[in-house]
């Protein structure tokens, strides 16, 4: 993966008031305490410490730059009925293994997410352009303000974080990027 573009300049637009923490989309993460006692796949992305398995966990590890989907096609045909999946690692990594997961049938009460970079707000985030559809990984804090490299346009980093595309939104501004 290469190395996530800067912000062009942070704080560009604050939260709006009237939306509350709780009602964006932002992901919210319970924790490996909310796994319970299910047997578990323990995916463990890139250079992510293990966490704790259980007597009935199997672990497998998603190389830096590896693909999520392919890895999920091999290990769901393996799974027994109840299994959970838990999936720890950078938050860009988790999201499209979570994307994956969905993509494939599970549902967001089956998947434990555990991202080892969130006690920075400013991190690696996935950015999809609502002008061009290009994805792009900024390191950034959501309000920040970031270049597309697809259309050139100045993207807003929303509070509205995208399930099925594992992204936050870049919403366009009027702006070209310099």
Not at 132 to 141: G, P, S
Not at 142 to 158: E, F, I, T
């Amino acid at each position: 993966m290469a190395d996530p573009v800067r912000p062009l300049r942070t704080g560009a637009a604050a939260p709006s008031a009237h939306v509350a923490p709780g009602r964006t989309t932002v992901p919210r993460y319970t924790g490996p305490a909310g796994r319970g006692d299910a047997p578990h796949l323990v995916v463990v992305a890139g250079s992510a410490p293990d966490p704790d398995l259980g007597p009935a966990d199997r672990l497998v590890r998603l190389p830096t730059g590896g693909d999520a989907a392919s890895l999920l096609d091999r290990e769901l045909t393996t799974l027994v009925t109840g299994t959970r999946i838990l999936v720890t690692g950078p938050e860009t990594v988790v999201q499209a293994v979570r994307a994956a997961a969905l993509h494939r049938g599970a549902l967001d009460e089956e998947l434990v997410l555990v991202p080892t970079d969130v006690a920075d707000s400013t991190r690696d985030r996935t950015v999809h352009c609502g002008h061009c559809h290009h994805r792009v990984v900024v390191h950034a804090d959501v309000g920040d303000a970031v270049a597309c490299p697809g259309c050139r346009l100045v993207l807003h980093v929303a509070g509205h974080h995208s399930r099925r595309l594992a992204a936050f939104l870049g919403a366009p501004t009027p702006q070209r990027a310099p």
